[in-house]
C-alpha cells in the first residue's frame, strides 16, 4: 500500500537554527498537508500544498512539494521554544475519500 | 467556532466494560473521523463518515463501534476492549471529502484499559 517516509524521527536544535523535516511517498501525491502537534495536545493543520513545485512560507515556516508530488519538506527558520513538537507530513491517498497517510512524524526539541 | 469537542478527557475502563466517547463540531463539516494515535505515532485513521454516512472502515475489529446520529455527532462504541486498545483516540471533521480539505482535530480522548 501507499507509504509516506518521514525523517528524521528526531532532532534536537539550539535555539535560533534552522530546522527541516522531509517526506517521502512511494507514490505520486494528489497533494500533501502538513500538522503540528504539540506535546500533550493534538494534530493543528498548518497548511496544503496541491500544485508541482509549490512553495509556500508562513513567517519562518516554509513548506516545498516536489516537482514530482513525491516529496515535501518543511524548513523552519531561527527555531525558538514555542517550535517544539512533532511535525507530520500527510498524503492524500485518493482526492475523493478524506484519507490520509500520515507520515512518522518529526520531533523537534529546542534548546533555549 | 473552529472548535472539535471531544468528552471524556480521560476514560478508564475494564475490559469488560462498555463504554462511548464522543464527539461534536459545529462548523458544518459533512466529514467526520476517528483516528487513534499511540505515544511517539502518527494518526492512525479507523473510519471516515460522510453526510452521516460510513464510508471508510480501515479494518478495524469490532469490538469498536462507531455512530454518526446528526451532522455535528459522531460517537464511537467501545465493548470489550483490550490493553492494547488503550490510546489516545482522536475525532477529527473537514468540509467534506470530495476535495482534499484541511481536517480540524479535537483535544482527543485518552483511553485506558485495564
Known amino acids: 500500500g501507499q507509504q509516506v517516509m518521514q525523517i528524521p524521527q528526531y532532532q534536537h536544535v539550539q535555539e535560533g537554527e534552522d530546522f527541516t523535516t522531509y517526506c517521502n511517498s512511494s507514490t505520486t501525491l494528489s497533494n500533501i498537508q502538513w500538522y503540528k502537534q504539540r506535546p500533550g495536545g493534538h494534530p493543528v493543520f498548518l497548511i496544503q500544498?496541491?500544485?508541482?513545485?509549490e512553495v509556500k512560507k508562513q513567517k519562518r515556516l516554509t513548506f516545498q512539494f516536489g516537482e514530482a508530488k513525491k516529496n515535501s519538506s518543511l524548513h523552519i527558520t531561527a527555531t525558538q521554544t514555542t517550535d517544539v513538537g512533532t511535525y507530520f507530513c500527510a498524503g492524500n491517498a485518493s482526492s475523493n475519500t478524506g484519507k490520509l497517510i500520515f507520515g512518522q512524524g518529526t520531533t523537534l526539541q529546542v534548546k533555549p | 467556532d473552529t472548535e472539535v469537542t471531544q468528552t471524556p478527557k480521560h476514560l478508564v475502563m475494564g475490559m469488560t466494560n462498555k463504554k462511548s466517547l464522543k464527539c461534536e463540531q459545529h462548523?458544518?463539516?459533512?466529514?467526520m473521523y476517528w483516528y487513534k494515535q499511540k505515544a511517539k505515532k502518527p494518526p492512525e485513521l479507523m473510519f471516515v463518515y460522510s453526510y452521516e454516512k460510513l464510508s471508510i472502515n480501515e479494518s478495524v475489529p469490532s469490538r469498536f463501534s462507531p455512530e454518526c446520529p446528526n451532522s455535528s455527532l459522531l460517537n464511537l462504541h467501545l465493548h470489550a476492549l483490550q490493553p492494547e486498545d488503550s490510546a489516545l483516540y482522536l475525532c477529527?471533521?473537514?468540509?467534506?471529502?470530495?476535495?482534499?480539505?484541511?481536517?480540524?482535530f479535537g483535544p482527543g480522548t485518552r483511553l485506558t484499559v485495564t
Open positions: 477529527a471533521s473537514s468540509q467534506g471529502v470530495a476535495r482534499v480539505y484541511e481536517q480540524y
Open positions: 500544498l496541491v500544485k508541482s513545485g
Open positions: 462548523m458544518g463539516h459533512r466529514a
